[in-house]
């Protein structure tokens, strides 16, 4: 925002075990929950685990005092990886009602494998197992931007509407990245709000909120770099 930003890095709260054996070696696409008033705060990640060829990406969570860490891992979550899905991330996280529901990217198989689709799964405790329920969003008609491969799942409630928005490679091996939106009234049901892209920026990695009255969209990018 004219080139000041409102952050500051206050430093390390979590990191990989380091151990190639272990699902969380290395880790990443964190996303922090916690309820006001509860003791616990969440930190959901996605962990590579380099020991498996072609390699997987699996989630977990981590659990902390209090929102600066550090975060210890507490399990991964092996129920989301349902009907053969063994690389999944990008996890959203968000409650309605008494639920909570969990949102993530899934590709039948291991990355470079099409297509990818947005599941997600609920749970009253956020430290029980979650029931899987299938799939959220599913890839766009063919010829769409969006027909092959969605990430970067991020629920979003804009005091109406749940939105839902994803970013979509075009294909698995394109770097150019887009974005689009899909909304519901309840978590379920998710309508496209249109087939053109949201925002055609080479992009990933989102996270939305609003702030000073706006909503702010901040991503990584552009893709086809290191």
């Not at 329920?133 to 991020?154: E, P, W």
């Not at 005091?159 to 009234?185: I, M």
């Amino acid at each position: 925002m004219n080139g000041a930003s409102p952050f500051v890095c206050l430093g390390e709260v979590f990191r990989g075990t380091g151990n190639p054996a272990d699902f969380d070696v290395s880790v990443e696409n964190g996303y922090y929950v916690h309820e006001p008033g509860s003791p616990s705060h969440y930190l959901f990640f996605t962990g590579r685990n380099v020991a498996q060829n072609p390699v997987w990406y699996l989630v977990g969570y981590a659990k902390a005092d209090n929102a600066y860490g550090p975060y210890k891992t507490v399990r991964r979550l092996t129920e989301l990886e349902a009907d053969g899905v063994k690389s999944l991330s990008n996890v959203c996280v968000v409650k309605y009602g008494s639920t909570w529901n969990i949102f993530h990217d899934s590709v039948l198989g291991y990355i470079g494998t099409t297509p990818a689709l947005i599941r997600y799964a609920q749970t009253a405790d956020l430290d029980a197992p979650w029931t899987p329920r299938g799939v959220a969003l599913d890839v766009n008609a063919k010829g769409r931007f969006d027909d092959n491969y969605l990430i970067d799942t991020r629920v979003v409630y804009d005091g109406k509407l749940w939105r839902h928005y994803y970013t979509s490679p075009r294909n698995v091996f394109d770097t150019t990245r887009a974005q689009g939106c899909a909304v519901s009234e309840v978590l379920t049901n998710w309508r496209r709000v249109s087939d053109d892209p949201m925002l055609d920026s080479d992009i990933e990695g989102l996270a939305i909120f609003p702030y000073g009255g706006r909503w702010i969209l901040i991503g990584c990018g552009p893709s086809n770099t290191p």
